[in-house]
């Protein structure tokens, strides 16, 4: 399957609501819908990429809650479990301020333990770019096509 077959069928073009490049010193934006499209081309399903994205975003708010908790918890080896996750998912979905967020409170929390402030300013701005994905996602979901419903 190609990267166009992994395109849905529609006459809308796939266009990033805010584009980001690894190139410009542009700001980052809040959703990378390309990111969609290579999903789509790992899987050789857009129908499961945008699924996957859709669960992604209904778990957005539960899972920056658990590395709050996470974070202020007790210190263990494997503390940053859920920011790992998150950034992870961040990068499929294509929420990349997300994704830069994560990236830097890992490299931060390897040299360091955060202090309870750095943790509620971290939580903030995670539940911050949480709704700016969740807004911006659902306005490039709302022009997808929907899927069509088999008949027997």
Not at 13 to 19: F, V, Y
Not at 21 to 47: K, Q
Not at 68 to 75: A, K
């Amino acid at each position: 399957m190609t990267r166009d077959e992994a395109r849905p069928r529609s006459n809308t073009p796939l266009k990033p609501i805010t584009a980001i490049t690894a190139t410009t010193r542009e700001p980052l934006g809040t959703f990378d819908s390309s990111a969609i499209s290579r999903l789509a081309f790992d899987l050789e399903s857009y129908p499961r990429a945008l699924s996957f994205t859709d669960a992604f975003t209904l778990m957005l708010n539960e899972r920056v809650a658990a590395i709050h908790e996470e974070l202020t918890g007790p210190p263990v080896d494997d503390q940053l479990t859920t920011l790992l996750s998150l950034r992870a998912s961040a990068v499929m979905a294509g929420a990349t301020q997300l994704q830069h967020t994560t990236t830097q409170a890992i490299a931060a929390r390897r040299t360091r333990s955060y202090t309870p402030d750095e943790v509620e300013a971290l939580h903030q701005r995670l539940l911050r770019e949480a709704q700016d994905f969740t807004a911006a996602y659902t306005t490039f979901r709302s022009h997808q096509p929907r899927p069509r419903r088999r008949t027997r």
